[in-house]
């Protein structure tokens, strides 16, 4: 699966971080758009992984309460 995005910019990072109500010093901007960087790249990573026939870990069982 293929995503596209814009690529993350420190004007991104500032909406972003405006958006969400976050209070962000403008010398902090750079070193968040790293670490916004990485973590979109971390998630394109686990759009590749294949899930389709991987089982489930746990299921629900109701009497457990």
Aim: hydrophobic share 40%; charged share 25%; aromatic share 4%.
């Amino acid at each position: 699966m293929d995503i596209s995005r814009p690529p993350v910019t420190v004007q991104l990072t500032r909406v972003l971080a405006e958006h969400a109500g976050l209070p962000l010093a403008t010398e902090r901007l750079d070193g968040a758009t790293e670490l916004l960087q990485g973590v979109q790249s971390l998630i394109d990573e686990l759009h590749h992984v294949e899930l389709d026939e991987v089982g489930l870990s746990a299921t629900f069982d109701p009497r457990w309460s």
